[in-house]
Structures are given as structure tokens and as C-alpha cells.
């Protein structure tokens, strides 16, 4: 065999290049080989298509995730909302806690008003009656007989009907007014007739003799004669 006369560089060139040519094939075989392996792989995904059950599944899956997830947001707002409600009972009963002591000291204090004013309402009752001692109440007698001079007419009146003997000399009416102020309609019952007399000695004197007298008239009217007192002991 004859020894090549090309020189060393370039017989280095040319195994390489023989090395190249003989590795390209296997190479190419090798990566049909994988393409080939991989293939069906590929072919098998892009070819399944869902069905209708899979859409369905799908579906029901999403909605339950979705009321999962309504679900979990209501709690999360029912949460806080108790929490503030909490937060309110606490700061109630804080309040509640506070104000006890001073309640109880206001319903103390509103009994002992309550009561004073009961004595007061008591004390005020017995010096109305004290003041209404010497008063005298006339009831029936008619409207408009007394004419102008109303405490004249009475004096007269209770000097010759009720008491004609008996009444001291120094006997005196001071006042006397009809109750109340307004007058009747036509037809009514006359108002009754209020008489404040000076001395104690004479009203006594003359409630004494009216229960005695079983008629007294004025005017073709009964007349009854009564001790004046206050609205809560008549």
C-alpha cells in the first residue's frame, strides 16, 4: 500500500471530514428513532377530544367551587358581624355597669322625694281644710236670686231660714261666690254656693241647726247646707 503524499495538515483535514460523514447518518437515525417513540405520545393528546360527561363534570365542578367559595365570603361577613355585635354587647354591659350605681343613687334619691312630697301633699291638704273651716257650702239654690249683692242676700238668708235665734251679735259674712265662675246652660242644676263666715262659733252654730231642719227652702227650691272641704276629702 502506497503511502499518501499529502502533508500532514492536510491529511488531518480530510479524516475529520471522513469522521463527519460517517457519524451524520447514525445521527439522523438516532433523532427518527425518538421522533418516531415520541409520535404516537403526541398524536394520542391531540386526537382525545372531551366529552359530554367531562364538560359536565367540568361544570358541576366549577359551580360547586363557586357556592364553596359564596359560601366561605357570607361566613367571613357573618363573622365580623358578630364580632361587632360582641364588640357592642361588651361595651353595653361596660355602660350598664357604670350607670348602676348612680341608677340606685337616683332611686334613693326619688324615694326620699317621693316621700317629702307625699308629707307636703298631706301638710298642704290640712292647711286647705284649716282655711275652708269657716266656709260653708249651699247647694240648690236657684241661679240669679241673689240679684247684685249676692253676700247680702245669703246673710239675710241664713239669719231668718236656717238660724233665726242663736247667732252672736257680732255675726258677719265676709264673702261668698258661686262654684265655678261660669254660668250654666238653661236647664242645668244651679252652681253651688261658697260662704266664708268671720267667726268659727257661727258655722259651727250653723251646720248645726241645717242637719237639724229637714227642709230648708229658697225660692220653692230644697237648700242643703254642707262644711266646705277640700276635693280630697269630699
Excluded at 405520545?41 to 367551587?65: E, F, H, K, N, Y
Aim: aromatic share 4%.
Amino acid at each position: 500500500m502506497e503511502r499518501s503524499s499529502l502533508p500532514p495538515h492536510y491529511m488531518g483535514k480530510a479524516l475529520k471530514k471522513r469522521d463527519e460523514q460517517l457519524d451524520g447518518p447514525r445521527h439522523m437515525q438516532a433523532t427518527s428513532v425518538e421522533t418516531e417513540q415520541a409520535l404516537p405520545v403526541t398524536s394520542a393528546v391531540s386526537t382525545t377530544a372531551p366529552t359530554l360527561q367531562d364538560v359536565l363534570q367540568a361544570i358541576a365542578a366549577s359551580r360547586t367551587a363557586l357556592e364553596v367559595n359564596t359560601l366561605i365570603v357570607e361566613l367571613g361577613l357573618i363573622r365580623d358581624d358578630h364580632r361587632r355585635l360582641a364588640e357592642r354587647g361588651t361595651a353595653a354591659e361596660q355602660e350598664i355597669s357604670a350607670t348602676t350605681p348612680a341608677l340606685a343613687l337616683a332611686e334613693g334619691c326619688l324615694a326620699a322625694i317621693e316621700a317629702r312630697l307625699k308629707t307636703l301633699e298631706n301638710t298642704a291638704g290640712v292647711a286647705e281644710n284649716r282655711a275652708r273651716r269657716n266656709n260653708s257650702r249651699e247647694v240648690g239654690l236657684p241661679e240669679k236670686v241673689e240679684g247684685s249683692d249676692m253676700a247680702s242676700y245669703l246673710d239675710a238668708w241664713l239669719r231668718s231660714v236656717v238660724a233665726p235665734e242663736g247667732l252672736a251679735s257680732f255675726f258677719a259674712l265676709e264673702r261668698a261666690h258661686r262654684e265655678p265662675a261660669k254660668s250654666p246652660p238653661p236647664g242645668a242644676p244651679p252652681r253651688t254656693l261658697i260662704a266664708q263666715l268671720l267667726h268659727l262659733k257661727d258655722q259651727d252654730y250653723l251646720l248645726q241647726q241645717a242637719r237639724l231642719l229637714e227642709n230648708l227652702m229658697a225660692e220653692n227650691s230644697r237648700v242643703s247646707v254642707f262644711s266646705d272641704f277640700s276635693k280630697e276629702v269630699q
